[in-house]
């Protein structure tokens, strides 16, 4: 059975950093494109950017290159979101979905909430 | 880069169907036959509806179907039930090498 399981909510402060995860199973982790998608409260779906974790091959969306890293450790089948300064507009829940040949998201995490507020 | 366009509600009787449009542009729907559909229930994650314009994943009920005229997919859902009322969003790969998601459409089920 394919699973993404994401890390769980988390609570920061403005400028400090986060990384948080989604971890892939049931499925050849190397092979499949990994996708991350913002969405703010109340707010709809955002595409912010997808890796192939088989030769980390990256491509952001303009407006969050720059803002946020994605990664992918193959040796633990886990693919990575991270900031290195958080704001109070990254308040929102996160996915990760996995991409089926680069056209579609055939399945997804649970979502991590990620606060920031002082 | 703009979201693909959703009519923001549309909402039925049960039993009745409904049609949601997305449009976009030629570098996107209008370019590429990889259209998909997500259904999001309230506190829930996205689910897969329809990829590649018109295909249904396993265990999604043939009463969701999808087509595209143009610059312009479809998700048509007929014999509306209650348990259809929810958030539905399209997606389209870009000749950016994106995939962008469309603004969303609010179905309620009367």
């Known amino acids: 059975e394919v699973q993404l399981v994401q890390s769980g909510a988390e609570v920061k402060k403005p400028g400090e950093s986060l990384k948080i995860s989604c971890k892939g199973s049931?499925?050849?982790?190397?092979?499949?494109?990994i996708a991350w998608v913002r969405q703010m409260p109340g707010k709809g779906l955002e595409w912010m950017g997808i890796?192939?974790?088989?030769?980390?091959?990256?491509r952001y969306r303009p407006s969050f290159q720059g803002q946020v890293t994605i990664s992918a450790d193959k040796s633990s089948s886990t693919a990575y979101l991270q900031w290195s300064s958080l704001k109070a507009s990254d308040t929102a829940m996160y996915y990760c979905?996995?991409?089926?040949?680069?056209?579609?998201?055939?399945?997804w995490g649970q979502g991590t909430l990620v606060t920031v507020s002082s | 880069q703009s979201a693909l366009t959703q009519p923001a509600s549309v909402s039925g009787s049960p039993g009745q169907s409904i049609t949601i449009s997305c449009t976009g542009t030629?570098?996107?729907?209008?370019?590429?036959?990889?259209v998909s559909w997500y259904q999001q229930h309230p506190g829930k994650a996205p689910k897969l509806m329809i990829y590649d314009v018109n295909n249904r994943p396993s265990g999604v009920s043939n009463r969701f179907s999808g087509s595209k005229s143009g610059k312009t997919a479809s998700l048509t859902i007929s014999g509306l039930q209650a348990e259809d009322e929810a958030d539905y969003y399209c997606?389209?790969?870009?000749?950016?090498?994106?995939?962008?998601f469309g603004t969303g459409t609010k179905v309620t089920v009367l």
């Open positions: 979905a996995r991409s089926g040949s680069y056209r579609y998201f055939d399945y």
């Open positions: 997606s389209s790969y870009t000749s950016s090498g994106t995939l962008p």
């Open positions: 049931g499925y050849s982790f190397t092979s499949q494109w």
């Open positions: 030629s570098s996107d729907v209008g370019g590429y036959n990889y």
């Open positions: 890796i192939y974790p088989g030769d980390s091959d990256t």
